[in-house]
């Protein structure tokens, strides 16, 4: 599977979902969301165990491009980095 490239960002809408702002394009070129937990499709089934491991966890993966992000947890929170995307922090 091949991963999109992303041209805009901004900061995902819910933890574990993604935002709709994303930049990747279905077939019928709609938006695709990635989920930022385990990298596939946010609208593709219903990601429960996503949700509920964002409760505890860090993110994963780029909502925007699906790229894996540099992860770093601290004790006051987490930072995770996309190279494409820049950081976010939690």
Known sequence: MTRSDATAATGPAQPGVGSPAASGTSAQGAAVVWCDRCGEPAG???????????????????????????????????????????????
């Open 44 to 90: 593709a089934g219903d990601h429960l165990a996503c949700r509920a491991a964002r409760d505890l966890e860090p993110p994963r993966y780029c909502t925007h491009c699906r790229r894996r992000m540099k992860v770093q947890v601290l004790p006051v929170g987490w930072s995770a980095v996309c190279v494409a995307h820049g950081e976010i922090r939690g």
